[in-house]
């Protein structure tokens, strides 16, 4: 997988592909992360076509 090939946050990951956090309190409650976080998790990934 691309994400994990680039070390993009495990976290980021989900929130990027809108997963849940069902069992995760602390990822629920503390873990919110703004636009700019997840748009450098983003740009971590490089696509060659």
Do not use: A, P, Q
């Not at 629920?28 to 700019?36: A, D, S």
């Amino acid at each position: 997988m691309l994400c994990e090939k680039y070390e993009v946050n495990e976290n980021d990951r989900k929130r990027m592909m809108v997963h849940s956090f069902k069992e995760d309190i602390t990822n629920k409650v503390y873990g919110h992360r703004e636009l700019e976080d997840l748009r450098k998790e983003i740009e971590k990934i490089e696509i060659n076509l």
